[in-house]
């Protein structure tokens, strides 16, 4: 009975550890993965993309790229600008630690003498817990024609070209 209970306790574990894939779509709850975005004015927005639990930086960063060159293509633009951009994780981080200690201790025994002893402990931890979500925001300002060259502009026309094809073969 022991070792049934060791079971399912070890599979509910690897269960709660396991992280469903970030998938491209919009946010269907607050904390959800996928995209959300705001008109702060014509041709202006802030773009987000929330990945799920362990999602890789990268591909959080190129759905935050993908999302605001499809508005720019929706709203007539041909490139936007990052104007700002914020990429953070948050929640339990993985790795583990190693820890020692140790302590001493002394004790009489009347008379029949007394004695001592010291003790050593060595511990280690893991964390079996999700990895942290990463969520990348940015202020985008679209525009139209021929792109300025700037490091912080993007054509929108390549942009879902590269990204959105490459999305679709995940």
Partial sequence: MKRLIVLA???????????????????????????????????????????????????????????????????????????????????????????IGGGSSSYDYGRHGHGSSVGLGVGTTFNLGPKPAVTSSMEVVFGRGQPPRDANVYDARAIVDTIGRGRAAV
């Fill in 9 to 99: 306790v070890s599979a509910a574990l690897l269960t709660a550890c396991a992280t469903s894939p970030t998938v491209y779509g919009p946010q269907t709850a607050p904390h959800g993965a996928g995209y959300s975005e705001y008109r702060l004015e014509n041709g202006r927005y802030r773009v987000t993309f929330q990945g799920n639990p362990g999602a890789p930086v990268n591909q959080v960063s190129d759905y935050v790229l993908l999302r605001s060159a499809e508005l720019a293509l929706r709203d007539g633009y041909d490139w936007f600008r990052v104007a700002d951009r914020m990429t953070e994780q948050t929640g339990s981080s993985s790795g583990s630690s190693l820890s």
